[in-house]
């Protein structure tokens, strides 16, 4: 269970949390920089928000253990291996869809997005998990995060040399400007992009070795808990000792972010699992739960169907203009926590009838 409130924790921050904050801010000024660390870094360092990505792709990686071992004693390992790609395209197009599909022609297409990096993360970490020891798993992700440092820091790129990591001046955005086509996030490159797919792959590889240790039935609750503190703390630190010279970039996904925030992703789920699984406190955390099995599911929700504006017909109108003449702001508030509210009452629903939507 603690994983699955983990997971609808993420969510939960990735489907209106957003919006609840913005309308704070506008309610209760904040200082400038207060204000910039509740949105994503502008390029190099870390802001709040830079975790939930990661977040969600390591726990990707933990989910597998759980699910793919089911499926490998009953379907053997060809078989869900293509379960896998299955799955894995399955997400890719819906990825494609969220940003409009062909809508507006196929130059606007978005080949590489969020629902598609997570697409590309499953599809790697789960064959890896499939047809990899745990020894060749270490290796594989050791291989990701120093041949991706490698290649960013010893490969010239025109114009700008070798060692780099500006935007637009590094190995990752080049390789997006050159090769990948259609529309891209950043003008001529994309925070989804082609090269730093690779550490992302070893972002759910480090979850994957978490859910390994929870699933472990050898290993005491305890001991769990206290090897993936000790695994988050080494993390951080490693994470910002290799920042001095690979900086904390999430727009290309550098390894220090990855152990970074692998990292505290760790600590988050000790914490999780301590309290949840060892402790066995989960009254409060059912909402999570909730929105964490159908959390694909209020993605897409959230992204083709206006919660706002459903939101705006119970509160908008007269009753908004009169919250706006209480305190500016409170308005928009009152319409972000109940469009919010909207999420956890249909994964609600869908839960108490048993009803989880899978790809």
Same mark, same amino acid.
Request: hydrophobic letters at 55%.
């Given at each position: 269970?603690?994983?699955?409130?983990?997971?609808?924790?993420?969510?939960?921050?990735?489907?209106?949390?957003?919006?609840?904050?913005?309308?704070?801010?506008?309610?209760?000024?904040?200082?400038?920089?207060?204000?910039?660390?509740?949105?994503?870094?502008?390029?190099?360092?870390?802001?709040?928000?830079?975790?939930?990505?990661?977040?969600?792709?390591?726990?990707?990686?933990?989910?597998?253990?759980?699910?793919?071992?089911?499926?490998?004693?009953?379907?053997?390992?060809?078989?869900?291996?293509?379960?896998?790609?299955?799955?894995?395209?399955?997400?890719?197009?819906?990825?494609?869809?969220?940003?409009?599909?062909?809508?507006?022609?196929?130059?606007?297409?978005? &080949? *590489? %997005? @969020?629902?598609?990096? !997570?697409?590309?993360?499953?599809? +790697?970490?789960?064959? =890896?998990?499939?047809?990899?020891?745990?020894?060749?798993?270490?290796?594989?992700?050791?291989?990701?995060?120093?041949?991706?440092?490698?290649?960013?820091?010893?490969?010239?790129?025109?114009?700008?040399?070798?060692?780099?990591?500006?935007?637009?001046?590094?190995?990752?955005?080049?390789?997006?400007?050159?090769?990948?086509?259609?529309?891209?996030?950043?003008?001529?490159?994309?925070?989804?992009?082609?090269?730093?797919?690779?550490?992302?792959?070893?972002?759910? &590889? *480090? %979850? @994957?070795?978490?859910? !390994?240790?929870?699933?472990?039935? +050898?290993?005491?609750? =305890?001991?769990?808990?206290?090897?993936?503190?000790?695994?988050?703390?080494?993390?951080?630190?490693?994470?910002?000792?290799?920042?001095?010279?690979?900086?904390?970039?999430?727009?290309?996904?550098?390894?220090?972010?990855?152990?970074?925030?692998?990292?505290?992703?760790?600590?988050?789920?000790?914490?999780?699992?301590?309290?949840?699984?060892?402790?066995?406190?989960?009254?409060?955390?059912?909402?999570?739960?909730?929105?964490?099995?159908?959390?694909?599911?209020?993605? *897409?929700?959230?992204?083709?169907?206006?919660?706002?504006?459903?939101?705006?017909?119970?509160?908008?109108?007269?009753?908004?203009?009169?919250?706006?003449?209480?305190?500016?702001?409170?308005?928009?508030?009152?319409?972000?926590?109940?469009?919010?509210?909207?999420?956890?009452?249909?994964?609600?629903?869908?839960?108490?009838?048993?009803?989880?939507?899978?790809?």
């Amino acid at each position: 269970m603690s994983i699955d409130a983990l997971r609808g924790m993420d969510m939960f921050f990735i489907v209106g949390v957003e919006e609840v904050f913005e309308a704070l801010s506008a309610m209760f000024p904040m200082t400038p920089s207060l204000n910039d660390r509740l949105q994503h870094a502008p390029w190099a360092g870390f802001h709040f928000y830079d975790l939930i990505f990661p977040l969600f792709a390591f726990i990707v990686g933990a989910s597998l253990v759980f699910s793919l071992s089911k499926s490998v004693a009953t379907d053997g390992k060809a078989g869900t291996s293509r379960k896998i790609l299955k799955r894995s395209l399955i997400l890719y197009l819906l990825g494609i869809l969220i940003y409009g599909g062909i809508h507006g022609g196929i130059e606007h297409v978005r &080949l *590489l %997005g @969020v629902l598609q990096r !997570l697409a590309l993360c499953f599809g +790697a970490a789960g064959l =890896a998990f499939v047809w990899l020891s745990p020894r060749k798993l270490v290796a594989l992700t050791v291989s990701l995060l120093v041949g991706y440092w490698a290649m960013l820091t010893f490969i010239s790129v025109p114009g700008f040399g070798a060692g780099d990591f500006a935007e637009g001046h590094n190995l990752t955005n080049w390789i997006d400007r050159m090769y990948l086509p259609f529309r891209k996030w950043d003008g001529d490159h994309d925070p989804e992009g082609i090269l730093s797919t690779l550490p992302a792959i070893a972002s759910s &590889l *480090l %979850g @994957v070795f978490a859910g !390994l240790l929870i699933k472990n039935p +050898a290993v005491a609750p =305890a001991r769990k808990v206290r090897l993936l503190v000790l695994w988050g703390i080494a993390g951080v630190v490693a994470g910002l000792l290799w920042h001095l010279q690979f900086p904390i970039i999430k727009k290309i996904w550098s390894s220090s972010f990855v152990l970074f925030t692998a990292g505290i992703s760790s600590l988050l789920l000790a914490c999780f699992y301590y309290v949840i699984d060892m402790k066995n406190h989960r009254g409060w955390c059912r909402p999570f739960v909730w929105i964490g099995m159908n959390a694909i599911t209020i993605y *897409l929700i959230a992204h083709f169907v206006k919660l706002e504006g459903i939101a705006d017909c119970f509160v908008g109108g007269e009753i908004n203009a009169a919250l706006e003449r209480v305190h500016p702001g409170l308005g928009a508030l009152v319409t972000a926590l109940l469009a919010l509210s909207f999420s956890f009452l249909i994964c609600g629903f869908l839960f108490q009838r048993k009803i989880f939507l899978r790809v």
